[in-house]
C-alpha cells in the first residue's frame, strides 16, 4: 500500500511538472493566440502567421486587419509577449487581463473603435511605446501615470476633452501625440514632462496655455496649429531648445516680445492669425531661417524682418501689402 502511495504521488507530481512546462511554452502560447482567432471567428489565418518566437516563446503578436472585435482572457498566457500590434481592427475596449503580461513593451492600438484604457494598462510599468491613435477615447484613467518606463504615447485623432494631472507622472516620456482632439486645457503637471522633445495639440480647442509649459525645457518642435489661442504666457521664453514652434491658425491678434527669447528656433509658423505687426524682439532670433506669416493683416514687411540674413523661407502672401511694398 506504501508503494502504490509513493507511485502515485511521484505520477501526480510528474503531472503537475508537466503542466507547468506545458503553460510556460510556446504551446501554450500557441493555444492562447489560438483563441483569439477563434473568438473573433478567424480563420483564414494561421497562429504561425501572426506571431514571432524567440527561446521558445511568442514574444510578438501581429494581429492588424483581422476585423477583430474582442480580445478573450486567454491573451493572459502569453507571459513572454513584448510587442503586441492590433491595429485597424473593430475593438472597443482592451480586457483588464493585459495588465497581467507584464512584460509587454510596446501596444499597437491605433485604427480601432476603444472609447478608453483599461486601468490595469498602469500595471505595465515594462512599456515603453503605446500608439491608441485613431480611436474614440475620451478619458485616460489615472493608472497611465504608473507607466515608469513609457517614451512615446500617441494618442492623436481621439475624443479627448481633458488629460489627467497624472500625466505629469511620465518622466520618462520624449515624444508626445495629441493632435485632433478636443482639449480645451492642459494640466499643470505637464510641466513635469522636462524629457519630452517633440509635443503636439496641433487641432484641439485650447485657449489658453499653462505657465508650467515652460518648464518643458527638452522641448524642440512644439506644435500649436490649429487651436483657440491668442496669446501665450510669457514663461516659455524659458524654451532654449525650441528650434520649430508651429501656431498657424489660432486668434493671435499680436504677438508677446517673448517670442525673442527663443534664440534656437529655426522655423516659426504664424499664418492664419489676426496679426498687424510683429514684436521687435523677433530680430533676436537669429538662427530661424523660416518664417511664415501669411494671411494675417500685415500692412508692410517688418525692417526687422528684412535684416533677418539667414531667413531663407519668408511668407507673406495673404497680407494687405502694397506691391511696393514687397
Known amino acids: 500500500m506504501r508503494f502504490f502511495l509513493i507511485a502515485i504521488s511521484v505520477i501526480c507530481f510528474q503531472a503537475y511538472g508537466q503542466l507547468l512546462t506545458l503553460c510556460s511554452s510556446y504551446r501554450c502560447d500557441s493555444l492562447a493566440v489560438q483563441a483569439i482567432l ?116 500617441n494618442l492623436s485623432i481621439n475624443e479627448l476633452a481633458s488629460l489627467p494631472k497624472e500625466i505629469g507622472k511620465l518622466t520618462t516620456l520624449f515624444r508626445l501625440h495629441l493632435e485632433k482632439n478636443l482639449l480645451t486645457r492642459l494640466p499643470a503637471s505637464i510641466g513635469r514632462l522636462t524629457l519630452v522633445e517633440e509635443l503636439n495639440l496641433s487641432n484641439n480647442k485650447l485657449s489658453r496655455l499653462p505657465a508650467e509649459i515652460g518648464r518643458m525645457e527638452s522641448l524642440g518642435r512644439l506644435n500649436l496649429a490649429g487651436n483657440e489661442l491668442p496669446l501665450l504666457p510669457d514663461q516659455m521664453g524659458r524654451l532654449g531648445s525650441l528650434f520649430k514652434l508651429s501656431l498657424d491658425g489660432n486668434m493671435f491678434v499680436e504677438l508677446s516680445p517673448m517670442i525673442g527669447d527663443l534664440i534656437s528656433l529655426e522655423s516659426l509658423n504664424l499664418a492664419n492669425n489676426q496679426l498687424k505687426t510683429l514684436p521687435v524682439a523677433i530680430e533676436n532670433l537669429t538662427s530661424l531661417y523660416e518664417l511664415n506669416v501669411s494671411n494675417n493683416l500685415l500692412h508692410a514687411i517688418p525692417a526687422e524682418i528684412k535684416a533677418m540674413k539667414n531667413i531663407r523661407s519668408l511668407d507673406v502672401s495673404g497680407n494687405p501689402i502694397p506691391e511696393e511694398a514687397d
Open 38 to 153: 477563434d473568438t473573433n471567428e478567424v480563420y483564414g489565418e494561421t497562429v504561425e502567421n501572426v506571431v514571432s518566437v524567440e527561446y521558445g516563446r511568442v514574444y510578438k503578436l501581429r494581429c492588424n486587419n483581422l476585423k477583430l472585435k474582442k480580445l478573450p482572457s486567454d491573451i493572459r498566457h502569453l507571459t513572454a509577449l513584448k510587442i503586441l500590434h492590433l491595429e485597424n481592427n473593430l475593438l472597443k475596449e482592451l480586457p483588464p487581463e493585459i495588465g497581467k503580461i507584464s512584460g509587454l513593451e510596446e501596444i499597437w492600438v491605433k485604427g480601432n473603435l476603444l472609447t478608453g484604457l483599461p486601468p490595469e494598462i498602469g500595471l505595465l510599468t515594462s512599456l515603453f511605446k503605446l500608439d491608441a491613435s485613431r480611436n474614440q477615447i475620451f478619458s485616460l484613467p489615472p493608472e497611465i501615470g504608473n507607466l515608469k518606463s513609457l517614451e512615446e504615447l
